[in-house]
């Protein structure tokens, strides 16, 4: 019986090794760096001194029932601060709220990243008043 896997490795391999080279990763395809502006997330990073705030937040909740659970984030000002499960959970729904005009979410992501703003929110001892803050601030 015939190994079709092998064979179609083999035929695939004849057509595409003279097309590419070993060092050839297709990094540019020719384009230079057309196009880089798009390759920034959504959530923000872009221009951020430490990890955008919504991946923080997310290692917070993701890593809830591990042995050592993530609990705190590092501000763009150096700041490290604890942020419980439920704020983490309010601030990125926060985030990435439907409906918000761009330029307030900009800015909020942006401000988010500064321990004045992020103590404005996690420093308040009910959670649930946290949209409040929100719509205070912002709107």
Excluded: C, W
Excluded at 6 to 34: C, M, N, Y
Excluded at 83 to 95: F, W
Aim: charged share 30%; aromatic share 6%; no cysteine.
């Amino acid at each position: 019986m015939k190994d079709y896997l092998k064979e179609f490795e083999d035929t695939l391999t004849k057509i595409v090794k003279p097309v590419l080279q070993d060092d050839d990763d297709l990094g540019d395809l020719g384009l230079g760096s057309h196009g880089a502006e798009l390759d920034v997330d959504d959530e923000g990073g872009a221009g951020f001194k430490k990890e955008a705030m919504f991946i923080q937040l997310g290692k917070i909740l993701d890593s809830q029932g591990n042995p050592n659970p993530v609990r705190t984030v590092m501000t763009d000002d150096g700041q490290e601060i604890e942020v419980k499960p439920e704020q983490a959970r309010i601030l990125r729904m926060m985030l990435t709220a439907e409906g918000m005009k761009p330029a307030v979410k900009a800015q909020f992501t942006r401000e988010l990243q500064n321990s004045s703003t992020l103590h404005d929110f996690v420093d308040v001892k009910d959670y649930h008043e946290m949209p409040k803050i929100f719509m205070q601030k912002y709107m």
